[in-house]
């Protein structure tokens, strides 16, 4: 058992807390103790793809890759490259064996440009080696015509290598047109125009507000206004956001999550953001809802956006929201919005 364990990624063996459980009064809340919460556990499909590679067997990464882009389940395909390519990076092994096995392949070519930008994203010379990456998002976005990934990936890419407002018009309609309310294209355009705005959040709140309202009730887009408030409340610059436009962002992403089972890896992600918005509003009812039905499913954003040690500050808060109003005041106009994130990264 140990050297089956030592064979998988990291992301999936449990990440347990080293602080001691306190198993009933979280237990009373509703809430899985502290060393039962996990950090990006993957879904049902993506976590078996995960064991094979670290085994270095592609095939199941190759199914599932396949399987999504047969059925347009393009968020899933999205989130699914975007786990395999960091996988790659760190154990590129497997992946190099099924690029050489089917190098013209989609999802190899998906992945591969993903795997690209993820190498130089924190580079110095981020923007000079990221033009030399433009070759490989070209040959995944040519390789199946419909799929908009690509073009998230293109999103990334333009943020990153400071591309002009012109070419990121080309690109960000050419995403719209394959898939009008895509989570993942919106979210990089979102970054994209926060970076142009910086200091202007107001642009960034009408790009979510505009996009959340033309999609669909169950879209994973109508919680593009919560990272809008997220990134407000982290900046720490610009001028303010009224009280009202931040609730009524927080209220959309709780219509959202409402909408998922509890206790489901999927949407996770949200509703750790979502959790970090409600508290900062000082919704502290509505928080341990949240975390109800996060259950034992931390994730690194936002948390790691915040702290070096995402589980630990994840398991803090939701420490402080279970144990009633703390010493901190809450959010507040005028108050330079609070806890400070890390400058956007990939």
């Given at each position: 058992?140990?050297?089956?364990?030592?064979?998988?990624?990291?992301?999936?063996?449990?990440?347990?807390?080293?602080?001691?459980?306190?198993?009933?009064?979280?237990?009373?809340?509703?809430?899985?103790?502290?060393?039962?919460?996990?950090?990006?556990?993957?879904?049902?499909?993506?976590?078996?793809?995960?064991?094979?590679?670290?085994?270095?067997?592609?095939?199941?990464?190759?199914?599932?890759?396949?399987?999504?882009?047969?059925?347009?389940?393009?968020?899933?395909?999205?989130?699914?490259?975007?786990?395999?390519?960091?996988?790659?990076?760190?154990?590129?092994?497997?992946?190099?064996?099924?690029?050489?096995?089917?190098?013209?392949?989609?999802?190899?070519?998906?992945?591969?440009?993903?795997?690209?930008?993820?190498?130089?994203?924190?580079?110095?010379?981020?923007?000079?080696?990221?033009?030399?990456?433009?070759?490989?998002?070209?040959?995944?976005?040519?390789?199946?015509?419909?799929?908009?990934?690509?073009?998230?990936?293109?999103?990334?890419?333009?943020?990153?290598?400071?591309?002009?407002?012109?070419?990121?018009?080309?690109?960000?309609?050419?995403?719209?047109?394959?898939?009008?309310?895509?989570?993942?294209?919106?979210?990089?355009?979102?970054?994209?125009?926060?970076?142009?705005?910086?200091?202007?959040?107001?642009?960034?709140?009408?790009?979510?507000?505009?996009?959340?309202q033309d999609a669909p009730a169950g879209a994973l887009?109508?919680?593009?206004?919560?990272?809008?408030?997220?990134?407000?409340?982290?900046?720490?610059?610009?001028?303010?956001?009224?009280?009202?436009?931040?609730?009524?962002?927080?209220?959309?992403?709780?219509?959202?999550?409402?909408?998922?089972?509890?206790?489901?890896?999927?949407?996770?992600?949200?509703?750790?953001?979502?959790?970090?918005?409600?508290?900062?509003?000082?919704?502290?009812?509505?928080?341990?809802?949240?975390?109800?039905?996060?259950?034992?499913?931390?994730?690194?954003?936002?948390?790691?956006?915040?702290?070096?040690?995402?589980?630990?500050?994840?398991?803090?808060?939701?420490?402080?929201?279970?144990?009633?109003?703390?010493?901190?005041?809450?959010?507040?106009?005028?108050?330079?919005?609070?806890?400070?994130?890390?400058?956007?990264?990939?």
């Amino acid at each position: 058992m140990v050297g089956t364990m030592a064979l998988l990624p990291p992301f999936i063996r449990a990440s347990r807390s080293s602080r001691p459980a306190r198993n009933a009064p979280h237990s009373a809340a509703g809430l899985p103790a502290d060393d039962e919460v996990l950090l990006d556990v993957p879904d049902d499909r993506l976590g078996p793809a995960l064991v094979a590679a670290g085994l270095g067997a592609y095939a199941p990464a190759a199914e599932l890759l396949a399987h999504t882009r047969e059925r347009a389940e393009w968020e899933y395909r999205d989130r699914y490259a975007t786990r395999l390519a960091a996988f790659a990076h760190s154990r590129p092994e497997w992946f190099e064996d099924w690029r050489a096995a089917a190098p013209r392949d989609p999802d190899v070519l998906l992945v591969s440009a993903q795997l690209a930008v993820t190498r130089v994203w924190r580079s110095p010379a981020r923007a000079e080696l990221l033009r030399e990456v433009s070759p490989l998002i070209t040959a995944a976005a040519q390789s199946d015509v419909r799929d908009p990934v690509p073009w998230r990936i293109a999103l990334d890419h333009a943020r990153g290598s400071r591309a002009g407002h012109k070419y990121f018009g080309e690109l960000w309609a050419a995403a719209v047109r394959r898939a009008p309310h895509h989570y993942g294209c919106h979210v990089a355009a979102k970054r994209y125009l926060a970076e142009s705005w910086h200091g202007s959040h107001h642009e960034c709140f009408d790009f979510a507000d505009r996009a959340a309202q033309d999609a669909p009730a169950g879209a994973l887009v109508q919680a593009l206004p919560a990272r809008a408030a997220f990134a407000y409340l982290t900046d720490g610059c610009g001028p303010e956001v009224p009280r009202e436009r931040l609730d009524a962002a927080a209220d959309r992403a709780v219509a959202l999550s409402a909408r998922f089972p509890a206790a489901d890896p999927w949407p996770a992600e949200i509703r750790n953001v979502l959790t970090y918005v409600l508290v900062r509003l000082d919704r502290r009812d509505d928080a341990l809802a949240q975390l109800r039905l996060i259950g034992p499913y931390a994730t690194s954003f936002p948390w790691g956006r915040l702290s070096d040690d995402p589980l630990g500050h994840f398991l803090a808060v939701r420490e402080d929201v279970r144990s009633g109003p703390s010493g901190s005041p809450p959010w507040r106009p005028g108050n330079g919005h609070g806890e400070r994130a890390r400058p956007l990264d990939h």
